[in-house]
């Protein structure tokens, strides 16, 4: 079945740990984005990349990395400088523009700092 | 001001209700207009996705779109416990790849 499958789906972190949180689809999409969702305050985009080997901030880029090196691809590490990593995280992808506009999610992964 | 405005909630309403949730927005070039059903602790849901104007049904579900109004809205008939869950509007323009969400209204139905 094609779709966005993100792992692992809990993780624990130490404080002072970097952890990189995986993203693969394989719907052929060329845009994919990483969203964090907190309670009460909807979704925030973190980074978005439109084709492989580019990526750009989103709204709240401090403390986390990408790269796209594949077009199934698009991992996001949470490091050390992210100073409130605790919270659910949203890998998506959307269609090629002209064809509909839309976006689809992963199931979502839910990072703790202990 | 945000570019799309959702009421949080929470919604209860009893099983079998028709139930309304509502978005308005203020950036008259969207075009996409999508409804998400998100359920605890899951990834959001494509529902519902409409372009431009006027209505779509699936089932039922029927989404609304009124730009003169600046106005979406997604209606439930016949509303059952399952459908509890945290639904997200959501838009885009013709071209680009970026997308404008509101924050999300709970809704329970209650057996």
């Known amino acids: 079945d094609g779709g966005i499958t993100q792992s692992p789906k809990y993780l624990f972190r130490k404080e002072g740990q970097n952890v990189t949180l995986s993203c693969e689809q394989n719907l052929n999409h060329d845009a994919m984005y990483w969203y964090r969702q907190d309670p009460g305050q909807g979704l925030r985009l973190i980074y978005y990349?439109?084709?492989?080997?580019?990526?750009q901030k989103g709204d709240i880029a401090e403390g986390y990395s990408v790269s796209r090196e594949k077009k199934e691809s698009f991992p996001l590490t949470v490091t050390s400088a992210q100073k409130n990593p605790t919270a659910f995280y949203l890998c998506?992808?959307?269609?090629?523009?002209?064809?509909?506009?839309?976006?689809?999610f992963g199931e979502g992964s839910w990072l703790t700092v202990v | 001001q945000k570019e799309v405005e959702q009421d949080p909630g929470p919604l209860s309403v009893p099983e079998g209700a028709i139930v309304s949730l509502n978005c308005t927005y203020s950036n008259s070039a969207f075009q996409y207009f999508m409804w998400y059903r998100q359920y605890s602790r899951k990834g959001p849901e494509l529902l519902m996705y409409?372009?431009?104007?006027g209505n779509k049904e699936d089932g039922r579900f029927t989404a609304q779109v009124d730009k003169s109004s600046k106005y979406i809205s997604l209606f439930i008939r016949d509303s059952q416990p399952s459908d509890s869950a945290t639904y997200l509007c959501?838009?885009?323009?013709?071209?680009?790849?970026?997308?404008?969400f509101g924050t999300g209204t709970s809704l329970t139905v209650i057996p």
């Open positions: 990349s439109q084709i492989v080997n580019d990526f």
């Open positions: 998506a992808s959307s269609r090629p523009t002209g064809s509909g506009n839309t976006i689809y």
């Open positions: 409409t372009y431009s104007s």
């Open positions: 959501a838009m885009s323009l013709f071209t680009g790849n970026q997308f404008y």
